[in-house]
């Protein structure tokens, strides 16, 4: 039920057109697909509509958030737009991270719980183990990445989301 694609992109021109100060915070679920593999897609639709709420719940919750957009762009992939000083996205980042983080072990049976992973298959035809569920965040404003394009802010927000995905913990 959130925005996506194309009305992410208008929120984006229409601040970069008016150089607003703005940050734009890209969120993606680690070890999604293991987990839509192992547990099929609606407990997958389940996992992202729980992070779509966390992220509703601690903007409402932090009360700064009036003008705070967020958007969906697919799969286990969201957006938030905010014009709030840059301390109040750090921090919605960290609530909303830390709740997820929480919160997700509940979609897990006891037993994956316990030991702390799935087996699946992922990208290989041999089962292999998966970590549960965890939330990377790219915080980035267009001053800091000196960028003047949807492109370019776009293209670096995916650069610093893999280099976050790639420091979450992960098994052989």
């Known amino acids: ?6 009305l992410i992109q208008e929120k984006l021109s229409a601040l970069l057109e008016r150089k607003e100060k703005f940050t734009f915070i890209y969120l993606d679920i680690n070890d999604f697909k293991a987990y839509n593999d192992a547990y ?15 992220i509703q719940s601690n903007i409402s919750r932090m009360g700064l958030g009036n003008n705070d957009f967020v958007g969906h762009i697919g799969g286990d992939d969201f957006v938030i737009i905010t ?10 980042c960290e609530r909303i991270t830390s709740e997820f983080n929480r919160l997700v072990y509940d979609l897990y049976n006891e037993v994956d719980r316990a ?21 990377s965040t790219a915080l980035l404003s267009p001053e800091m990445c000196k960028t003047e394009t949807i492109w ?21």
């Open 83 to 92: 014009i709030e000083p840059e301390d109040y996205a750090t921090e919605l």
């Open 115 to 135: 030991r702390g992973y799935v087996v699946a298959r992922g990208h290989t035809p041999q089962e292999k183990k998966f970590p549960l569920m965890t939330l």
């Open 40 to 54: 099929g897609f609606v407990k997958g639709d389940e996992a992202i509509k729980l992070l779509a709420k966390v």
């Open 1 to 6: 039920g959130l925005p996506g694609n194309k």
């Open 152 to 172: 370019e802010l776009a293209q670096i927000a995916a650069g610093v989301k893999r280099k976050a995905k790639l420091a979450a913990k992960s098994y052989d």
